[in-house]
């Protein structure tokens, strides 16, 4: 199972989007990119090209084992 948390953290705290998928695949589906897009943000922890500017999103992708 994964967690896909979208968010802003500046002043105003907004929560975009905070889902549970059973795979990547899903997720990619769920948001409208391909598989290799979802897996290169879930793959890749260092600073990313959108990131050098002042309001983005950050993404989190968090995997979990479920019970």
């Keep these: ?3 896909c948390r979208i ?3 500046n ?5 975009l989007l905070n889902i549970n ?4 695949k899903v ?3 769920r948001l409208d990119m391909t ?3 979802v897996a290169d943000l879930n793959s890749r922890k260092g600073l990313r090209k ?3 500017f002042k309001y983005f999103p950050k993404i989190e992708i968090t995997e979990y084992k479920s019970n």
Aim: hydrophobic share 30%; net charge negative; aromatic share 16%.
């Design 21 to 24: 998928v059973p795979t990547l």
């Design 50 to 52: 959108y990131q050098q």
């Design 1 to 3: 199972m994964y967690n």
């Design 35 to 37: 598989y290799q897009q």
């Design 11 to 15: 002043d105003i705290k907004i929560e």
């Design 27 to 29: 997720l990619a589906e």
């Design 7 to 9: 968010y802003h953290d």
